[in-house]
């Protein structure tokens, strides 16, 4: 028997999707796994992480969403590096990346709808896993910013995934899997990680309680004032050399 060289190892028993995405960005930040390498074919892959391709599969579209694996149709899998949103300012990658914005403007004629249809729709299984993204995103240190970037994406995809309709399902995975500069900026703007996890809260109680028109309403809140903070913060960069914008939501309470 030739002795196992891999680089992965089994994973604890945790949400499997959260335990995938750390083992293997990690392994890509150490270098174990080279940016531009080919990840193992899927059943390989699943057999050294111990895991069914179901979660496999929920995993690398997490890690694309955030930037550290690229899927090349018809090629498979690489490894790359999220590019560091804090190197240049905010005000820098919308005037370079204009798609940004239009990536909110498309979220928000379609996630809202979204978030009413789960509402009417929603099963225990699909809630407990959106209340279990709000626990990875205030765990850890504002460090972790890969991990938040992540619990984020999956919220927003498990409420399309709740409504159980494939062309939903696709569309909502071809909006999160293009969204993850968007997602990483909105995010490492000073404050917002907890502005999200209130609004998450917000409009996973409304879909709880099966109020389409309240959980319709909190999304739209929700991407309005995340653009509008990444709006106001880039001005702010610009004119006051990158001061945060006065953070009110603690005066409102």
Same mark, same amino acid.
């Given at each position: 028997?030739?002795?196992?060289?891999?680089?992965?190892?089994?994973?604890?028993?945790?949400?499997?999707?959260?335990?995938?995405?750390?083992?293997?960005?990690?392994?890509?930040?150490?270098?174990?796994?080279?940016?531009?390498?080919?990840?193992?074919?899927?059943?390989?892959?699943?057999?050294?992480?111990?895991?069914?391709?179901?979660?496999?599969?929920?995993?690398?579209?997490?890690?694309?969403?955030?930037?550290?694996?690229?899927?090349?149709?018809?090629?498979?899998?690489?490894?790359?590096?999220?590019?560091?949103?804090?190197?240049?300012?905010?005000?820098?990658?919308?005037?370079?990346?204009?798609?940004?914005?239009?990536?909110?403007?498309? /979220? $928000? #004629? *379609?996630?809202?709808?979204?978030?009413? &249809?789960? +509402?009417? !729709? @929603?099963?225990? %299984?699909?809630?407990?896993?959106?209340?279990?993204?709000?626990?990875?995103?205030?765990?850890?240190?504002?460090?972790?910013?890969?991990?938040?970037?992540?619990?984020?994406?999956?919220?927003?995809?498990?409420?399309?995934?709740?409504?159980?309709?494939?062309?939903?399902?696709?569309?909502?995975?071809?909006?999160?899997?293009?969204?993850?500069?968007?997602?990483?900026?909105?995010?490492?703007?000073?404050?917002?990680? /907890? $502005? #999200? *996890?209130?609004?998450?809260?917000?409009? &996973?109680? +409304?879909? !709880? @309680?099966?109020? %389409?028109?309240?959980?319709?309403?909190?999304?739209?809140?929700?991407?309005?004032?995340?653009?509008?903070?990444?709006?106001?913060?880039?001005?702010?960069?610009?004119?006051?050399?990158?001061?945060?914008?006065?953070?009110?939501?603690?005066?409102?309470?």
């Amino acid at each position: 028997m030739t002795e196992n060289t891999s680089p992965y190892s089994p994973l604890s028993p945790k949400p499997l999707w959260t335990a995938a995405v750390e083992q293997i960005r990690e392994l890509i930040e150490s270098g174990e796994i080279p940016v531009g390498a080919r990840l193992p074919a899927e059943r390989d892959l699943c057999r050294q992480l111990g895991i069914s391709r179901i979660s496999l599969r929920e995993s690398l579209r997490v890690l694309q969403s955030t930037g550290y694996v690229e899927t090349r149709p018809g090629s498979g899998t690489y490894a790359r590096l999220p590019e560091p949103v804090h190197d240049a300012p905010i005000s820098d990658w919308i005037a370079k990346d204009l798609h940004i914005l239009e990536l909110f403007e498309l /979220r $928000r #004629a *379609v996630e809202p709808g979204i978030a009413g &249809l789960a +509402a009417l !729709r @929603r099963d225990e %299984e699909h809630l407990s896993a959106m209340e279990a993204t709000l626990v990875e995103m205030t765990e850890g240190d504002d460090f972790d910013h890969p991990k938040a970037v992540a619990a984020d994406a999956e919220f927003h995809r498990l409420l399309g995934y709740c409504i159980d309709n494939t062309a939903i399902t696709t569309l909502v995975d071809q909006i999160q899997d293009v969204a993850g500069v968007e997602r990483r900026l909105s995010l490492s703007v000073p404050g917002q990680r /907890r $502005r #999200a *996890v209130d609004d998450h809260r917000r409009i &996973l109680e +409304a879909v !709880r @309680r099966g109020d %389409e028109a309240a959980a319709t309403s909190a999304m739209r809140d929700h991407l309005d004032a995340a653009v509008g903070w990444i709006i106001t913060y880039s001005q702010n960069e610009t004119s006051e050399g990158a001061s945060a914008p006065k953070d009110t939501t603690k005066e409102k309470q």
